[in-house]
């Protein structure tokens, strides 16, 4: 990625020391020129998408993911990202709950509701889905962490969930 992005700021002749760094990495140019296309190709995309992009060294980026082992160096997303302002409650559970696991989910999101909280949790089936749902109902800010591209949302099924965690996010 950090080749691709080079080309705008090279082309624009905005440093020498780009422009060595442009050498370097383009040993192969052609190789390089198609990186760099493919990188053009998805910029577009996202623009046209409205997906967001962070890196670990934005003010932006999430505190909490900055602390751990090893960090994903970057993020992205639609909407907005969870404030490191206010506790956040994370909910990871099972795919296929029984009655008592979406009671409990109620109970929990029920008694948080009047709190200054945000939930993350994955949009998946199950408790995670169940958990964005009753977030959205009581107005709690939610994130949904996904597993898949934001280009293509899966479980499908959650399209419509995942609109509504936008709203409330």
Known sequence: IFRKLLQPL???????TLQAMYSLFS???GEFQQSLDSAE???EKMQKLKIQFVDYWDKIYPPGLR????PPWGLFYYGNLPSPDIPTLAVVGTRRPNHYGIA???SILLNIQTRPLQL???LAYGIDSASHDRACLGAIPNFAVLGSGLDKLYPEKHSR???RILETG
């Open 41 to 43: 190709l998805t910029l």
């Open 161 to 163: 969930l995942a609109s």
């Open 10 to 16: 090279v082309k624009s002749g905005h440093s020498p």
């Open 27 to 29: 040993s192969n140019r």
């Open 67 to 70: 602390n751990l082992k090893q």
């Open 104 to 106: 409990l989910v109620d």
């Open 120 to 122: 993350v949790s994955g």
